[in-house]
């Protein structure tokens, strides 16, 4: 697993993109300046309408989401709307919640309601990059996982139409070996009413067969 501070930021892939959505703009600022050089490219939002484009085209792994947002900032309804909009998303980002040290019960819900994480504010920068660095280790294991459920589903899958194919050959089997049964005792029906003897004998010599002309 690649350690964030040695990922090269100016190439980075989906999976090391955050966005950030705050509508305090020296929030944004003091974000970006800390992060993007020394953790992962950063995209900041202020307004909630944002929010939902810039996932769907940026697929980020990490949104960090303001709770104390907009007209509900008292109750902090719409940040908790918008991470379940976020959650409700296939593929949807690990989700650090912000708020204010005095709003940690909102920050209980978010947690309770699929947030991976809270962070208040102020922040301490080496807290901040120690949430993003988490949310990075735990967002790459998940997708590990996912990768090898695909190969556990893949590997079911092959083993059941084996074991199918191995059924059907089975069952042509048996069927081979009651039709042979049957004309062999066919046949030995009819070698009995030969008025002639008889005699069968087997690869290794012994006698396998005398009709009752032949005893």
Known sequence: ???????????APPAHQILLLDDDPDVGLAAQLLLQRRVAPLTCLRRPAELLPAISRLRPALLLLDLNFGPGRSDGAQGLQLLAEVQARPQAPLVVVMT?????DLAVQALKRGAFDFL???WEDEQLREHIRKAFEYKELQEENQQLDIKIRTTNQELVSANMQLNAVLETTRNQVLRDETTLAIVREALECIPLPVIGVGDDGLIAFVNE???
């Open 100 to 104: 204010a040290y005095a709003d940690i």
């Open 120 to 122: 208040t504010k102020p």
């Open 1 to 11: 697993m690649q350690a964030v501070n040695d990922i090269d930021t100016s190439a």
């Open 213 to 215: 002309g032949a005893d």
